[in-house]
């Protein structure tokens, strides 16, 4: 999780806590640490919302614990089959205008192929074969506040990858039918994210 605060003249100042599951308790084992770095990806569009994706290197290393743990990346290009079960996650709002989450929440949400997703009475152009739709049924999506956090798809081994990263949703709201949750597809950036890595 990264929280940004405003300072002054409008820059902000981030920190990424690990280990993290309810932001009002001081919680053993969770970890506050300043990012050395921000890469966001060179293409991003905020107008037509393409490329949302970027990487944070921190300034210093982590240790893995019980709570804290690498996420699993999916194999460069791999597409999810329609009805895929994955979850995201995250702190942000609990309904539409609702207020924001003070406990980690998780939500089932079945992954929509690119041709459902894309249909005119879903979103249409909107969404481009380097994202993954999930969800669209009405009743559970992600939420303002939830952006940048992950959509976990379990592997038949058991495993987890993240294979997506929240970007965008309904004007109209958080839980809206046919206008499911729009997430970056990590398999379609897996050599950007090396190649940031490795230069970074």
């Given at each position: 999780m990264s929280v940004r605060t405003a300072g002054p003249g409008s820059s902000y100042t981030y920190r990424v806590y690990l280990g993290k599951h309810n932001l009002r308790s001081n919680e053993s084992g969770a970890v506050a640490i300043s990012p050395a770095k921000i890469i966001v990806h060179e293409a991003w569009?905020?107008?037509?919302?393409?490329?949302?994706?970027?990487?944070?290197?921190?300034?210093?290393?982590?240790?893995?614990?019980?709570?804290?743990?690498?996420?699993?990346?999916p194999a460069s290009g791999e597409i999810l089959p329609h009805n895929s079960p994955c979850y995201v996650t995250g702190w942000g709002r609990l309904w539409t205008g609702g207020p924001i989450a003070d406990i980690l929440q998780?939500?089932?949400?079945?992954?929509?192929?690119?041709?459902?997703?894309?249909?005119?009475?879903?979103?249409?152009?909107?969404?481009t074969s380097s994202m993954v739709c999930a969800g669209g049924d009405g009743q559970l999506a992600s939420c303002n506040g939830d952006s940048?956090?992950?959509?976990?798809?379990?592997?038949?081994?058991?495993?987890?990858?993240?294979?997506?990263?929240?970007?965008?949703g309904s004007s109209m709201g958080c839980n809206y039918y046919k206008k499911p949750s729009v997430f970056t597809r990590v398999s379609a950036y897996i050599n950007w994210i090396n190649n940031v890595m490795a230069s970074n």
């Amino acid at each position: 999780m990264s929280v940004r605060t405003a300072g002054p003249g409008s820059s902000y100042t981030y920190r990424v806590y690990l280990g993290k599951h309810n932001l009002r308790s001081n919680e053993s084992g969770a970890v506050a640490i300043s990012p050395a770095k921000i890469i966001v990806h060179e293409a991003w569009d905020s107008y037509r919302i393409r490329n949302d994706i970027a990487l944070i290197k921190l300034s210093t290393p982590v240790q893995r614990s019980d709570s804290i743990m690498p996420a699993c990346l999916p194999a460069s290009g791999e597409i999810l089959p329609h009805n895929s079960p994955c979850y995201v996650t995250g702190w942000g709002r609990l309904w539409t205008g609702g207020p924001i989450a003070d406990i980690l929440q998780q939500a089932r949400l079945p992954v929509v192929s690119h041709e459902t997703c894309s249909r005119y009475d879903w979103w249409g152009s909107l969404v481009t074969s380097s994202m993954v739709c999930a969800g669209g049924d009405g009743q559970l999506a992600s939420c303002n506040g939830d952006s940048g956090g992950p959509l976990n798809c379990q592997n038949a081994d058991g495993s987890w990858d993240v294979h997506g990263v929240v970007s965008f949703g309904s004007s109209m709201g958080c839980n809206y039918y046919k206008k499911p949750s729009v997430f970056t597809r990590v398999s379609a950036y897996i050599n950007w994210i090396n190649n940031v890595m490795a230069s970074n």
